[in-house]
């Protein structure tokens, strides 16, 4: 290994070196994307189907073709509070491992929320502000989400209400906090406050809740107030779009380093940490100007790059959201409660689904005690306790480090550190303590769902 005192732990940009533009992965891809279907027609969803829930400037993104498109100034000035963020070469997990691996991470946890959610909750407070709209209503899994539109809603004026999934709403008492030191408020989701979330309580009252079920009560409250948008946390083409921030400041940050990855890793929930850091080095792949392994990591007991199939299906559970062709376990599967609540989720981003289909990308899946093993690890090697949706991307990462070392590889493994897991404690004790318990893939419960996916 190199000497201690002379090695490069962090590749640091300049805030003026922060990305101008967003990169558009649409303008690159091999086929076109299917198009969002409305739920009603089975039709092509046009712009005037998605305007009672989005403002324009986001509808307008999310078909847009454009390769670049430029970040608003206003959004630049709020990304300066955390951005660029750091790159780090983990040398110390390598000297653990030891392996001959080189090992680097985007650490995204730095953002005052704790993750990369702030990249698409700044600009879509921006757009609906700039819009006129006053309120915005939203799901949230860990938390995180929320806690980043609850912070993005305080920078632009607009009050948020947050559905917070009731598992992580009992595990995460913390997180509902801050969103409401952010002046958010927050239910518990499936709740009593919406016509979907009496319905399932009345059906099943010790529902654990999903983020299904909790985007169907935002969808619910944005398109029957007025002064209400529905503002989503993943999946949607403009939110991975917002993500890419990540990926260009890499791609500067490994040239800093003097290296190239060999292989690409974010955990993947809805998709967008995981696009948000590897799109841009997709698209350099796409266009024929690099070749680079990427993987996306899920959770065993939510596997729907894995073993889900790729078709139509509903974003939500309450089947109010239009149609879009991803990789989905059924709108009515309801995952156990993992305590990584982000990666809690039936589908996958329309974008990284095709990516899959088309074999840009690879996919697999991990168990959460295996995760938070590795999340440890981490934190006892690079001192950061990551959140227990990134711990599997770690899995992976480590998994890779040691294959190389077996082969006597010098790989380079680049990957997305999406958050901290300080409000993640009650899990990390649980792991601690031997009692966290890993969930056999639900093979039944996803047969039943899928049974019952729409037909189109
Ligand atoms: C820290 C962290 N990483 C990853 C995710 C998964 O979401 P996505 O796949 O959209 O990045 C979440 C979701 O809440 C999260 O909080």
């Known amino acids: 290994m190199a000497d201690s005192s002379s090695r490069q732990t962090k590749f640091i940009l300049d805030e003026d070196r922060m990305p101008r ?16 279907l409305h739920p009603g027609t089975g039709k092509p969803a046009g712009p005037d189907d998605f305007a009672p829930i989005f ?10 073709t454009e390769r670049e498109i430029e970040i608003p100034e206003p959004v630049r000035d709020a990304y300066r509070l955390y951005r660029p963020s750091p790159l ?33 909750a700044i600009p879509q407070a921006f757009y609906n502000r700039e819009q006129g709209v006053r309120r915005l209503a939203t799901e949230t ?7 980043a539109l609850a912070f993005a809603g305080a920078l632009f004026g607009l009050e948020v209400k947050v559905y917070m999934v009731r598992a992580s709403y009992d595990q995460k008492p913390y997180r509902r906090i801050l969103m409401e030191t952010y002046g958010a408020s927050v239910v518990a989701s499936p709740s009593p406050t919406t016509d979907y979330g009496r319905r399932v309580l009345a059906e099943t009252p010790d529902s654990p809740g999903s983020l299904g079920i909790a985007i169907s009560e ?24 917002h993500q890419t921030v990540i990926g260009l400041e890499a791609l500067e940050q490994m040239a800093m380093a003097g290296e190239e990855p060999d292989v690409i890793i974010g955990c993947a929930g809805g998709g967008s940490n995981f696009a948000g850091l590897s799109f841009p080095f997709a698209g350099r792949k796409l266009r024929g100007e690099a070749d680079y392994r990427i993987v996306a990591v899920e959770p065993e007991a939510a596997p729907s790059l894995t ?18 062709k991803m990789h989905t376990l059924g709108s009515e599967f309801i995952p156990e409660p993992i305590h990584a609540g982000g990666l809690r989720y039936h589908g996958m981003a329309p ?43 770690i899995k992976a990462v480590i998994d890779e480090a040691l294959e190389a070392k077996e082969a006597g590889q010098a790989r380079v493994i680049l990957f ?33 769902a899928l049974a019952a996916l729409p037909r189109v």
């Open 416 to 448: 997305n550190l999406s958050g901290h897991g300080h409000f993640d404690l009650a899990s990390y004790e649980r792991y601690l303590a031997g009692m966290l318990e890993d969930y056999e893939y639900p093979a039944e419960k996803v047969e039943e």
């Open 307 to 324: 073993r889900g199939v790729y078709a139509y299906d509903f974003g939500d559970t309450g089947h109010l959201t239009p149609l879009v």
């Open 218 to 241: 935002a969808v619910e409250d944005a398109a029957t107030r007025d002064d209400t948008k529905y503002s989503l946390g993943s999946v949607l083409n403009h939110v991975l779009l």
């Open 351 to 393: 974008l990284v689904s095709l990516l899959r289909e088309e074999g840009v990308i690879d996919a697999r899946s991990v168990h959460q005690r295996a995760a938070f093993e590795a999340g440890v690890r981490f934190a006892r090697t690079e001192g950061i306790l990551p959140a227990p949706e990134s711990t599997h991307a």
């Open 141 to 147: 899994g860990a938390g995180q989400w929320g806690s």
């Open 88 to 120: 780090h070469r983990a040398h110390r997990l390598e000297l653990s491992l030891d392996t001959p691996a080189h090992i680097y991470y985007k650490y995204e946890g730095g953002s005052p929320a704790g993750s990369h959610k702030p990249n698409t």
């Open 21 to 36: 533009t967003w990169y558009n992965i649409a303008a690159d891809l091999p086929v076109p994307l299917p198009p969002a």
């Open 55 to 64: 403002p324009m400037a986001l509808i307008g993104q999310e078909v847009s």
